[in-house]
C-alpha cells in the first residue's frame, strides 16, 4: 500500500474552514487541534479534574466479555484505571454489516490518534469507540449498497421495524438476516477470501441478538489487537453510571439550550447554518418508555415546571424525573447536544475525532461546556481517505484523468468531453435538419387544414409527434452505434465512478468494508492501520 496527502476540500465549508484554522473559529472552539500546545494543555486540564477511572473500566471489561478480545484489549483497560490516562474517542451508529467505509475510517482514526500521541506523551491513551445504540433512527443502519444489474443499488436488510427503539434493542433474525449476507457477498464474486468471510459474518451472527451486538462482534473482530475499547451508548448498564450525569443535565436543561442558541446566533453571523435543530423548550434528553420501547423527545415548560413528551405523550415534574435519574436511568438518554457533555463526564478525553458534520455540531456546544466551567475536548478531524485498486489506477492512467478532479467533481465533464469527441457531427446535423423541415411542412399543413378540416388537426398533431419520435429514435440507434464502438472507454469511466465517486458521493459514505475484505483478505484491515497518517486535514488516496 501507498499513501499520497491530496489538498481537497470538504464540501462542508465549515469544516474546511476548521481545518484550515481559520480566526473565527476561536469563537468555536477551546484548542486548535494543528496547534503543537493544545495536546498538552488539555492533559493539564484533565489532570485537575476527577473522573469514575474503576466503575467506567469495570463496566467495559464486563461489557465487552462477550465479544472477541486481545491481551491488548486487556491493557487498555488497566490503562483506563490509571490516574494519568486519557483516551481519544469517537462513535457513530451500529450500521448494518458495520456500514458504510467512513466508520471504519473513523476507528482507524481513533486508533492511530491514540498510538501517536501514547509515544509523545509518554502516558496511557486509550483508544475508545462510542457506539450510539440509543439511536432510533433504524433506516440509517438498515441498509448496505452493492453494485448489482449494472448499477448501485441499495439493500435493506429485509425485516421493517416500526416502532422507534432504539437499536440496542432490535432484534436480528439470524437466518433471514444470514441469507440477506450471502446475497451481497454473492455480488462481490468469488475469491480466495469469499469462503472465509462467510464463515466470519456468519459465526459474528450467531453471537449477536441485536443490530449493536452485531456491529460490535465486527468491530472488534477487527480491531481486537489495536487495545480498542467500545461502549454501547444504549445499554441499561452504563446508564447506572451516568445517574448525576443525567441530574446535572435535567437541572441546567434551560441553560444548556440557551447556550447552544446563543451559539448557533455567532454560526449565523458568520453566515453558517446551525446544525443542531432545537427549539427553546427542547430539554435534550430522551424519555424511552419501557411498555412500548419508544424514545421520546422531552421538552421543558420553564413557566408549568413540566417536563413533556411530544403529543403529551408523556409529563413529569422536575422533582419527577431527577427521581428516574437516580432509579431508573435506563430510561433516560441523551441528544446530540448532551451527549458530548455524558462522554466528558464519562472519560478523560484528550481529543475527539469527528467527521465534517460532527465538527459543525460540536461548534454549536462551547458555551454549553463553559457553563459547567468545563473544555471541549480537542476536536480533531477524522481521517478522509479513498481506497485507489490497481485496475481503476490503470483505467485513470489510460484516459489521462485528474485524480483530484475525479475525487472532487466526479467524471461527468470528461466523460461528457470524450463523448462530444465521437460524435458524427455530419449525421447529427442532417437529423437536426430533417427535423426542422419536418415541423416546417407539418405547420404549412397544419395552417391549411385549419380552413378545410379542423377536425383533422388532432389526428395531424398526434402524427408529427409520432414521425417525430421515429426520427428520434434513429438518431440514438446511430449514437449508441458510435457508443459500442467506443464501448471499452466508456466501461473505464464507469468503472473510475463507481469506484470512486458512486452516485455522485464520495467513496466512504456509499461502499462498505466487505467488498475489500472478500477481494484482499483480513490481512487488508492491518495493512491500513501501519500505514503513516498524519492529522493535517489532507484527504488520503491509499493505493492498494
Keep these: 500500500m501507498e499513501i499520497l496527502n491530496l489538498s481537497i476540500p470538504s464540501a462542508n465549508r465549515f469544516a474546511t474552514d476548521y481545518i484550515n484554522q481559520e480566526s473565527y473559529m476561536n469563537k468555536f472552539f477551546h484548542y486548535k487541534f494543528k496547534d503543537p500546545s493544545a495536546m498538552f494543555e488539555r492533559?493539564?486540564?484533565?489532570?485537575?479534574?476527577?473522573?469514575?477511572?474503576?466503575?467506567?473500566?469495570?463496566?467495559?471489561?464486563?461489557?465487552?466479555?462477550?465479544?472477541?478480545?486481545?491481551?491488548?484489549?486487556?491493557?487498555?483497560?488497566?490503562?483506563?484505571?490509571?490516574?494519568?490516562?486519557?483516551?481519544?474517542?469517537?462513535?457513530?451508529?451500529?450500521?448494518?454489516?458495520?456500514?458504510p467505509l467512513y466508520t471504519i475510517h473513523k476507528i482507524i482514526s481513533i486508533v492511530v490518534l491514540a498510538r501517536q500521541k501514547e509515544r509523545e506523551f509518554g502516558i496511557p491513551v486509550v483508544p475508545v469507540f462510542w457506539i450510539a445504540g440509543e439511536d432510533h433512527d433504524f433506516l440509517e443502519i438498515n441498509h448496505i449498497y452493492v453494485s448489482a444489474n449494472q448499477k448501485i443499488e441499495k439493500w435493506t436488510y429485509p425485516e421493517r421495524v416500526i416502532e422507534k427503539k432504539m437499536a440496542s434493542d432490535i432484534p436480528l433474525n439470524k437466518e433471514v438476516c444470514l441469507k440477506w449476507i450471502e446475497r451481497i457477498i454473492e455480488t462481490y464474486g468469488e475469491t480466495n477470501h469469499t469462503n472465509s468471510l462467510l464463515e466470519f459474518l456468519e459465526q459474528s451472527l450467531n453471537h449477536s441478538k441485536t443490530f449493536v451486538d452485531f456491529f460490535a462482534y465486527m468491530i472488534m473482530a477487527f480491531f481486537k489487537e489495536t487495545g480498542l475499547l467500545i461502549v454501547d451508548s444504549g445499554d441499561r448498564k452504563l446508564r447506572s453510571l451516568e445517574k448525576d450525569i443525567f441530574v446535572r443535565q435535567i437541572k441546567g436543561c434551560s441553560d444548556i439550550t440557551r447556550s447552544v442558541l446563543s451559539q448557533q446566533d455567532e454560526m449565523k453571523k458568520q453566515g453558517f447554518k446551525p446544525a443542531i435543530e432545537l427549539s427553546s423548550q427542547?430539554?435534550?434528553?430522551?424519555?424511552?418508555?419501557?411498555?412500548?420501547?419508544?424514545?421520546?423527545?422531552?421538552?421543558?415548560?420553564?413557566?408549568?415546571?413540566?417536563?413533556?413528551?411530544?403529543?403529551?405523550?408523556?409529563?413529569?415534574?422536575?422533582?419527577?424525573?431527577?427521581?428516574?435519574?437516580?432509579?431508573?436511568?435506563?430510561?433516560?438518554?441523551?441528544?446530540?447536544?448532551?451527549?458530548?457533555?455524558?462522554?466528558?463526564?464519562?472519560?478523560?478525553?484528550?481529543?475527539?475525532?469527528?467527521?465534517?458534520?460532527?465538527?459543525?455540531?460540536?461548534?454549536?456546544?462551547?458555551?454549553?461546556?463553559?457553563?459547567?466551567?468545563?473544555?471541549?475536548?480537542?476536536?480533531?478531524?477524522?481521517?478522509?481517505?479513498?481506497?485507489?485498486?490497481?485496475?481503476?489506477?490503470?483505467?485513470?492512467?489510460?484516459?489521462?484523468?485528474?485524480?483530484?478532479?475525479?475525487?472532487?467533481?466526479g467524471v461527468q465533464r470528461q466523460k461528457e468531453l470524450f463523448l462530444s469527441t465521437i460524435k458524427n457531427e455530419t449525421i447529427e446535423a442532417l437529423f437536426l435538419e430533417t427535423k426542422k423541415q419536418l415541423i416546417?411542412?407539418?405547420?404549412?399543413?397544419?395552417?391549411?387544414?385549419?380552413?378545410?378540416?379542423?377536425?383533422?388537426?388532432?389526428?395531424?398533431?398526434?402524427?408529427?409527434?409520432f414521425i417525430l419520435k421515429q426520427i428520434d429514435f434513429m438518431q440514438r440507434k446511430f449514437e449508441e452505434f458510435d457508443r459500442l464502438k467506443h464501448e471499452i472507454t466508456l466501461r473505464k469511466f464507469e468503472r473510475i465512478e463507481s469506484s470512486l465517486k458512486p452516485n455522485g458521493l464520495p467513496q466512504e459514505r456509499i461502499w462498505n468494508i466487505l467488498y475489500y475484505l472478500n477481494r484482499y483478505g483480513f490481512r487488508f484491515l492491518d495493512d491500513l492501520l501501519n500505514l503513516p497518517y498524519q492529522f493535517d486535514g489532507t484527504h488520503k488516496l491509499i493505493k492498494i
Design 440 to 465: 416546417d411542412q407539418y405547420e404549412q399543413i397544419e395552417e391549411q387544414t385549419k380552413h378545410h378540416n379542423k377536425g383533422l388537426i388532432p389526428l395531424l398533431n398526434k402524427n408529427r409527434t
Design 43 to 99: 492533559i493539564k486540564e484533565l489532570q485537575a479534574r476527577n473522573f469514575q477511572r474503576e466503575e467506567l473500566a469495570n463496566y467495559i471489561e464486563g461489557f465487552m466479555e462477550r465479544f472477541p478480545s486481545s491481551d491488548a484489549v486487556k491493557r487498555s483497560i488497566d490503562k483506563l484505571r490509571q490516574e494519568n490516562s486519557v483516551v481519544v474517542i469517537g462513535g457513530q451508529q451500529a450500521g448494518i454489516l458495520t456500514g
Design 282 to 409: 427542547t430539554a435534550n434528553l430522551f424519555y424511552y418508555d419501557p411498555s412500548f420501547q419508544e424514545r421520546i423527545l422531552l421538552e421543558y415548560d420553564s413557566k408549568a415546571g413540566k417536563f413533556f413528551g411530544k403529543n403529551g405523550t408523556v409529563s413529569f415534574s422536575e422533582e419527577e424525573l431527577l427521581n428516574i435519574a437516580l432509579t431508573n436511568p435506563e430510561n433516560l438518554s441523551n441528544n446530540v447536544v448532551t451527549r458530548p457533555l455524558t462522554q466528558e463526564w464519562l472519560f478523560p478525553t484528550l481529543a475527539f475525532i469527528g467527521g465534517p458534520g460532527e465538527i459543525a455540531y460540536w461548534a454549536e456546544l462551547k458555551t454549553v461546556f463553559e457553563r459547567f466551567e468545563i473544555k471541549m475536548p480537542v476536536i480533531v478531524p477524522r481521517l478522509n481517505i479513498t481506497l485507489l485498486e490497481r485496475s481503476i489506477e490503470t483505467d485513470l492512467n489510460e484516459l489521462g484523468m485528474d485524480i483530484k478532479e475525479v475525487l472532487s467533481m
